[in-house]
């Protein structure tokens, strides 16, 4: 029989995947907590006491879209080869939910609750004290901003490698 945390880890889960799949069925994620407290199981006032308010839950979909990316290219080590972990990376954002992950950090950024989960300072700190030519923090911004244009259409995966071989070489991005 589960244990009372088990129980809790599940349903919270639960949560998370269910608003994850509406957000990218709605494209945004701007959605009601019905349909998704529908999709998880659970009543909206399970919701609320799983997630203080709705920065929670989004804050939450976004650590969990960091941990799937994560995962997706868990293969390539940013300490090891920098750039090949940038390119696995933006590979994985050009997918649906890379939109949804920028749209929760727009929503995040403007309530002011952003600070868990801000690409930027997630790429500086899985980029701090790899082997890159230049500056972290203004690959780390080249990168987002790739990324974001990825993820909403305004570049495609062949923008990817000028990117990567201007990276490697220590040429002119962005």
Known sequence: ?????????????????????????????????????????????????HFVNR????????????????????????DADAVAYIEALLVAQSAPVGAILFMIGDELARS???????????LCRRLAGAAVIGSVEVIAAAVVQLARQLAFGLADEADIPGFVAALRTGGRIG
């Open 112 to 122: 002011g609750e952003l600070a868990p989960v801000d690409p930027y300072a997630y």
């Open 1 to 49: 029989m589960p244990t009372q945390i088990e129980r809790r880890d599940a349903t919270r889960s639960a949560i998370v995947d269910a608003a994850r799949a509406e957000f990218v069925a709605a494209g945004s994620p701007d959605v009601a907590l019905e349909p998704i407290a529908d999709a998880a199981g659970v009543t909206k006032g399970t919701i609320h006491y």
């Open 55 to 78: 920065a929670g839950l989004l804050a939450a979909v976004a650590t969990s879209i960091f941990r799937t990316m994560e995962a997706r290219i868990a293969g390539t080590d940013p």
